[in-house]
């Protein structure tokens, strides 16, 4: 939780505080990535993102954050293989990611669905993958 609440991201802080509350159910996750013990990135599996709950897609890579200090360790395609895979292990075979980011996602083979307007009223890109079977 400190790192998130920490970090440079200002989602981080978000993150932090469901984490405290414990706002997840039973099957999400938050991935960390280490270094030699240390935090150094999160992402989060769950059920939901910044879509309105009827969306029809499910489920969401979201907070996807690495410390500047340890970027360029392609810890972040190390975690979103992780929430892949344990999808798969879940029975899903999509994962869906929401971001503002263009050209990021598709390095990791996500494919770009459409332009979404979130929650928020903000308009994001919505991405989507194929899990791996196991």
Not at 21 to 33: M, S, T, Y
Not at 38 to 65: M, N, R
């Amino acid at each position: 939780m400190d790192f998130a609440r920490n970090c440079s991201w200002r989602a981080g802080p978000h993150l932090a505080e469901k984490m405290q509350k414990n706002d997840f159910l039973p099957w999400e996750r938050v991935i960390v990535a280490r270094v030699d013990g240390q935090p150094a990135g999160y992402c989060t599996f769950a059920a939901q993102d910044e879509l309105p709950e009827d969306c029809g897609f499910s489920p969401f890579i979201g907070f996807v954050f690495v410390d500047e200090h340890f970027r360029g360790r392609r810890l972040s395609a190390l975690m979103l293989q992780k929430a892949a895979l344990y999808a798969r292990k879940l029975g899903y075979e999509k994962v869906y990611i929401l971001s503002g980011e263009i050209g990021l996602y598709e390095k990791f083979g996500f494919e770009k669905l459409g332009d979404y307007k979130t929650i928020y009223g903000a308009v994001d890109q919505l991405f989507v993958k194929t899990t791996e079977k196991g």
